[in-house]
């Protein structure tokens, strides 16, 4: 479509304009958030689908091409750009900081990533979470028992993803992965996700809970649609992290479309 001025000059977009012109980007609040991505391409559009109005994002990315989780060098480097980049963010006025990076942030288990943003919390002077500490969160408010995890990376990576499970105090049930690369991964369709997860609820009809980890593959338009096909609860990484810095501020607005976290918003048991 050709670009012409008459379609600035409607009396919709001028008044909407109009209505913002004396508030500033995020006057609701500010997320920010430190990512460990290649590139932050799909994050960043589900956040603006999914947030409230007037809830902006700050994003601060730390690259990552690839390489295993068990690379001590890579892990050290990763986690310290994480918390510099957690610093920074606070430092630019965001309201909630949120670490990205599970495998970083859970090296020292639950507790320690929860010491971990208690302590970072008190030295930014802002809320600090982490995607590992807002899935735990998340399973303990929706009441998951059993965990099955569909991740996009190659298969040699269940092991992992269940013991992760386990990490944070929930009996997995399953794990399945696509085959991609953290390159590509914003190159996949969303029936990427769809498929892989009607395959692994398939071969594990136990599973009352399904996790999509990863924030930078494309899972957000087939979260309620599993939830209404299989009849379990589904949780993203960044559906789960952006639950928890809403709660968080204290925003528990529903949000309809992305699974019954956001739609509910349950609050987590003491």
């Known amino acids: 479509m050709k670009y012409t001025r008459a379609m600035t000059d409607s009396p919709t977009l001028a008044q909407k304009l109009a209505g913002d012109l004396d508030r500033p980007f995020g006057h609701v609040a500010r997320v920010g958030y430190a990512a460990v991505a290649y590139v932050a ?6 956040f603006y689908r999914m947030a409230p109005a007037g809830v902006s994002l700050a994003l601060l990315t730390i690259q990552r091409e690839g390489g295993a989780d068990g690379n001590v060098a890579e892990l050290d480097r990763i986690f310290d750009d994480v918390v510099a980049s957690g610093r920074s963010l606070a430092r630019a006025g965001v309201d909630v900081v949120v670490l990205g990076g599970r495998p970083v942030i859970l090296r020292r288990g639950l507790a320690g990533a929860e010491a ?3 302590e970072l919390s008190r030295e930014f002077g802002v809320p600090v979470l982490s995607d590992a500490t807002a899935q735990a969160r998340a399973y303990r ?4 028992r059993r965990i099955a995890t569909a991740h996009p990376f190659l298969n040699e ?3 992992r993803h269940e013991q992760q499970i386990r990490d944070l105090g929930f009996e997995p049930a399953g794990a399945m992965g696509y085959g991609s690369t953290r390159i590509a991964l914003s190159s996949l369709a969303p029936r990427t996700a769809l498929d892989l997860a009607r395959r692994l609820l398939a071969a594990h009809p136990e599973a009352d809970t399904l996790l999509f980890p990863c924030p930078h593959w494309h899972v957000v338009d087939v979260l309620q649609a599993i939830e209404d096909e299989f009849g379990v609860d589904v949780v993203s990484n960044f559906q789960a992290m952006l639950w928890d810095a809403l709660a968080t501020l204290g925003i528990r607005e529903p949000i309809d479309g992305f699974g019954r976290l956001l739609r509910e918003f349950p609050e ?3």
């Open 157 to 159: 990576e269940n092991a």
């Open 141 to 144: 408010a929706l009441g998951s």
């Open 116 to 118: 971990l943003m208690a």
């Open 268 to 270: 987590t048991p003491a």
């Open 41 to 46: 391409e799909v994050m960043p559009a589900a």
